[in-house]
C-alpha cells in the first residue's frame, strides 16, 4: 500500500531539510504560498521561525487548518455540543 506521506527536501534560511506531509497538506500549502506571493521556501521559513513546539510538519498542517478556517464563515461550536446530546 502506497504512503499518504510525502516527503520533500526544502531549504528554510539556506539550509536544506526534509518535511513530510500528506498530499493535500501540500497542495494547500502552495496555494496559499501562491495567494501570498511567497515561495514555499519563504511561507515554511515564516511557519518554523513562529512555531512555539511541537515539530515543522505539524506546525504546517497547524497553519493550513487555520488559513482554511480562517476563510470559513463563523460557526458556532457552543450550539452543536448542546444539540449533540
Known sequence: ??????????????????VSL????WLSL?????????TLS??????DTKRQQGNLSSA????????VRARMPAVSHNSDTRNAA
Open 60 to 67: 504546517i498542517r497547524l497553519f493550513v487548518l487555520d488559513s
Open 30 to 38: 502552495k496555494e496559499i504560498a501562491h495567494g501570498q506571493h511567497l
Open 22 to 25: 500528506e498530499e493535500p497538506f
Open 42 to 47: 519563504t511561507m515554511v521559513g515564516d511557519i
Open 1 to 18: 500500500m502506497k504512503s499518504l506521506v510525502v516527503k520533500r527536501s526544502i531549504v528554510i534560511g539556506g539550509h536544506k531539510t526534509s
